[in-house]
T-cell receptor, first 112, second 115 residues
Framework: AQSVSQHNHHVILSEAASLELGCNYS??????LFWYVQYPGQHLQLLLK??????LVKGIKGFEAEFIKSKFSFNLRKPSVQWSDTAEYFC??????????FGSGTRLQVQP | GAVVSQHPSWVICKSGTSVKIECRSL??????MFWYRQFPKQSLMLMAT?????????EQGVEKDKFLINHASLTLSTLTVTSAHPEDSSFYIC???????????FGEGSRLTVL
């Protein structure tokens, strides 16, 4: 069975700081990788996804993620965070058209 | 973009009653829908996979008689929490897999509080 690990449970940054959230998965085959964001009181929104091709994926709101196959990682990055980026971030994995397996989430708090 | 709608967005019920939550794909057909449960400050846990016209597939530890899932059409799946108890209080989220592309879209979630 596949699993997803997010090692940072709670991250506090000041505005303009750079962000990197870790995500590692365990599955030996081909996977699809996702990052979702959940703003307070709102539903999940897709930030970016990787299916194949260029391992550096650019998403919405200035986020990007890099797929490193040898490390089974898909870390999320943003060069300069804003207060509005305060939210919960979930890494997720699936194979084919199956259900997503989510990581435990990382709560990001950006201080103005 | 594609839209998935859940109703109701929040519901409060008495212990022992049943509650139905609907998940609709508004502008696409979804052969497969997924139901998740999210406890406060925790991740989403897959409860079951709902397939149109067939029985749902439940994850280990999820009681199929307690969480009844019906996927009667390509745009609607329902989750009924039967004889709800306070421990069933949670945030229930559905996602729909677009039939033509396989892309997943999430509903807004339904917050259930059982008194």
């Amino acid at each position: 069975a596949q699993s997803v690990s997010q090692h940072n449970h709670h991250v506090i940054l000041s505005e303009a700081a750079s962000l990197e959230l870790g995500c590692n998965y365990s599955y030996g085959g081909t996977v699809n990788l996702f990052w979702y964001v959940q703003y307070p009181g709102q539903h999940l929104q897709l930030l970016l996804k990787y299916f194949s091709g260029d391992p550096l994926v650019k998403g919405i709101k200035g986020f990007e993620a890099e797929f490193i196959k040898s490390k089974f990682s898909f870390n999320l990055r943003k060069p300069s965070v804003q207060w509005s980026d305060t939210a919960e971030y979930f890494c997720a994995v699936n194979t084919g058209r199956r259900a997503l397996t989510f990581g435990s989430g990382t709560r990001l708090q950006v201080q103005p | 973009g594609a839209v998935v709608s859940q109703h109701p967005s929040w519901v409060i019920c008495k212990s022992g009653t049943s509650v139905k939550i609907e998940c609709r794909s508004l502008d696409f057909q979804a052969t497969t829908m997924f139901w998740y449960r999210q406890f406060p400050k925790q991740s989403l846990m897959l409860m079951a996979t709902s397939n149109e016209g067939s029985k749902a597939t439940y994850e280990q530890g999820v009681e199929k008689d307690k969480f009844l899932i019906n996927h009667a059409s390509l745009t609607l799946s329902t989750l009924t929490v039967t004889s709800a108890h306070p421990e069933d209080s949670s945030f229930y989220i559905c996602s729909a897999s677009r039939e033509d592309t396989g892309e997943l879209f999430f509903g807004e979630g339904s917050r259930l509080t059982v008194l």
